[in-house]
């Protein structure tokens, strides 16, 4: 079976990331489209074997089933859909199409694409929305993935699936709108999760204890902690576990109840979560 092209519109860090671990020769060419000059030289020295490199979409035919990557900021995902409309006169020129961008619908990228001209192709576009986080960088994202193959001949969910799992973990949702969960929870997850590292770094700093250590101690923490979080069924009772009566571990956690803290970080993702909502409804 012949491959299909891979293209990447929008060549910014997350693009790179993926692109950087993805297996290439899942298809028969890469074409990282980026218009901005001085990043094109830079994406030049990096980029591997048959991967073209290009400034517009000027010239490009799409092949059936070729996959399109929309890896530029949602202000800028309608403009690059109306190029895509006037490159795709005929069905068999239709691109599967994922967006990584936040926040834009599968409604509004189909909407953007499909026009008057295209009407007739309403119902052959196959269109995806990926969620990566920033720890796709070194392989260790969480992908939120939402669509659905509408002719499903090409296998091409599959293939979606092996782009994403280049760069970590994935998760098919079946809702678009859990995607804003997703948001919330592992696309801004890794601030969080950095905003608790600098806390107790400092506190450990303030304590006693030199940068070098202070991060070094805090980081692994974190990372052994979130290795046994995998196999732990009852987050609660493990917690127990770790709270000798009289202990240290209870001085801290009484503190943090004392405070409200799971509050407050609910009402944090929580409002994380209505933004997401918010950025979708304003993009329809």
């Not at 994406?43 to 070729?66: A, E, P, R, V």
């Amino acid at each position: 079976m012949a491959k299909n092209k891979l293209y990447f519109i929008g060549y910014g860090h997350m693009a790179e990331a993926i692109y950087q671990r993805l297996d290439k020769s899942l298809f028969e060419n890469i074409c990282l489209i980026e218009k901005d000059d001085d990043r094109r030289i830079s994406i030049d020295k990096k980029k591997h074997g048959k991967t073209q490199l290009l400034k517009s979409l000027h010239g490009i035919k799409f092949c059936n089933s070729d996959i399109v990557i929309l890896a530029v900021k949602p202000n800028q995902i309608k403009l690059i859909c109306n190029e895509i409309n006037l490159l795709m006169l005929e069905k068999k020129d239709l691109p599967v199409v994922i967006s990584i961008a936040a926040g834009v619908t599968t409604t509004s990228i189909k909407d953007y694409i499909i026009q008057e001209n295209l009407s007739h192709l309403q119902n052959f576009l196959n269109i995806y929305r990926a969620m990566p986080n920033l720890c796709a960088s070194n392989g260790d994202s969480i992908t939120g993935l939402f669509g659905s193959s509408i002719s499903d001949t090409t296998n091409t969910k599959n293939t979606v699936s092996e782009i994403f799992s280049s760069v970590g973990e994935i998760l098919w949702v079946k809702k678009e709108a859990d995607l804003n969960i997703v948001t919330a929870i592992s696309g801004s997850g890794p601030a969080y999760i950095f905003y608790i590292m600098e806390v107790m770094i400092n506190s450990a700093q303030e304590l006693g204890l030199s940068e070098k250590d202070a991060k070094k101690l805090v980081t692994m923490t974190l990372i052994g902690s979130g290795k046994m979080g995998l196999s732990i069924q009852n987050l609660k009772e493990q917690i127990s576990k770790v709270s000798s009566k009289g202990g240290t571990t209870e001085a801290a956690l009484k503190v943090f109840e004392k405070e409200n803290l799971g509050l407050i970080f609910n009402q944090a993702i929580e409002a994380a979560h209505a933004r997401s909502k918010e950025i979708s409804q304003s993009n329809e």
